[in-house]
């Protein structure tokens, strides 16, 4: 009987070992297809890399808040700029959908002249 419960034990532990602990958050680079504004101040961004999905949401775009936040700001003006210019980007999301429950929450952009 008590090799049975360590057996079982066993098991356990090698099947949880197995399992990840999360996914990794996604990055996507490409252009900046989409941006949409919505009244809570929540900006959505879509890039153009179908390579990539977005993994940790329901729908395959990245989400982040730029109302009250200078850091929001910032990013917005990123976005605004790199869709204007249509420049090459590197999103990263968190693996998170705090900001939206469809979207990946945005972690950093990056741009490069």
Do not use: W
């Amino acid at each position: 009987m008590k090799f049975i419960r360590l057996a079982s034990l066993f098991g356990l532990l090698l099947v949880s070992a197995m399992a990840p602990l999360r996914a990794d958050a996604t990055t996507q680079i490409g252009t900046i297809i989409r941006i949409f504004v919505n009244g809570a101040g929540t900006v959505f961004v879509t890039v153009d890399d179908p390579t990539i999905i977005v993994t940790a949401c329901t729908r395959n775009r990245y989400a982040f808040k730029f109302k009250d936040s200078q850091e929001g700001k910032a990013m917005y003006a990123l976005v605004l700029a790199a869709f204007a210019l249509n420049k090459t980007v590197e999103v990263t999301g968190q693996d998170t959908c705090n900001v939206h429950p469809d979207s990946e929450t945005i972690r950093f952009v990056r741009m490069d002249s």
